[in-house]
């Protein structure tokens, strides 16, 4: 495996289910980001773990939940959530290079909760 | 605060059209700038940057030059290809893990 890697691809969750999602990177990288994209918004950053610690938390509702238990992996929890959750959830990483932080992407999981 | 302004779209050109894309940028300091591309059914790929003003980005037959003096960063192709139909995004790092903004996105279409 190369890059970043996300399962599943696509999920379908009612709202009263949990389910995670996962990433992995395989770069090397100390960064690490989840982010929401919906149709005709732009791009939600929504987590940013450095170093495996949280740096950032963008008012995120609590039914979201991360987790990176170490500088390869990320998980995003997912509990009774809303039917306005359904989007495209995308993970990334990164490297800090001088003042540079390209970020990699993964696929992205298809959310739909229905 | 920082954000990054962009035409959504879509665009339509012919094979072999030229192609410009408008980005336009506010921020503090001296950000990077950077353009992504998204596929359909994957996620964003790097296509090019610039980290200070006058440098140009090239990728793939793309092109960005960085403008300090009119704030943009405007992506430009010679002759697109059907391949190149795809979602573009114009972004910015003003420095910091969490400082990265990226704008609505651009939906280029190449019709045969």
């Known amino acids: 495996e190369t890059g970043v890697t996300q399962t599943p691809r696509h999920l379908v969750m009612g709202m009263t289910n949990k389910k995670s999602l996962k990433c992995e990177q395989h770069?090397?990288?100390?960064?690490m980001y989840w982010y929401k994209q919906s149709a005709k918004k732009p791009l939600e950053l929504m987590f940013v773990?450095?170093?495996?610690?949280?740096?950032e938390n963008n008012s995120v509702p609590s039914r979201f939940s991360p987790e990176c238990p170490n500088s390869s992996h990320l998980f995003l929890h997912l509990h009774t959530l809303q039917p306005e959750d359904s989007a495209l959830y995308l993970c990334?990483?990164?490297?800090?290079?001088?003042?540079?932080?390209?970020?990699?992407f993964g696929p992205g999981t298809r959310l739909t909760v229905t | 605060g920082n954000s990054v302004t962009q035409m959504e779209g879509p665009v339509t050109l012919s094979e072999e059209a030229f192609l410009t894309i408008n980005c336009t940028y506010t921020?503090?300091?001296?950000?990077?700038l950077f353009w992504y591309v998204q596929y359909p059914g994957e996620g964003l790929q790097l296509l090019l940057k610039?980290?200070?003003?006058?440098d140009k980005g090239s990728n793939k037959g793309f092109e960005a030059t960085y403008r300090k003096e009119t704030t943009s960063f405007h992506l430009e192709k010679g002759s697109v290809q059907v391949s190149d139909s795809a979602v573009y995004f114009c972004?910015?790092?003003?420095?910091?893990?969490?400082?990265?903004?990226f704008g609505i996105g651009t939906k280029l279409q190449v019709i045969p």
């Open positions: 770069l090397g990288h100390n960064a």
């Open positions: 990334a990483s990164s490297q800090e290079r001088g003042n540079s932080y390209e970020q990699y």
């Open positions: 972004a910015l790092n003003s420095g910091g893990y969490q400082k990265v903004t």
């Open positions: 610039a980290t200070k003003a006058d």
């Open positions: 773990y450095s170093l495996e610690e949280r740096v």
């Open positions: 921020a503090t300091g001296y950000p990077s």
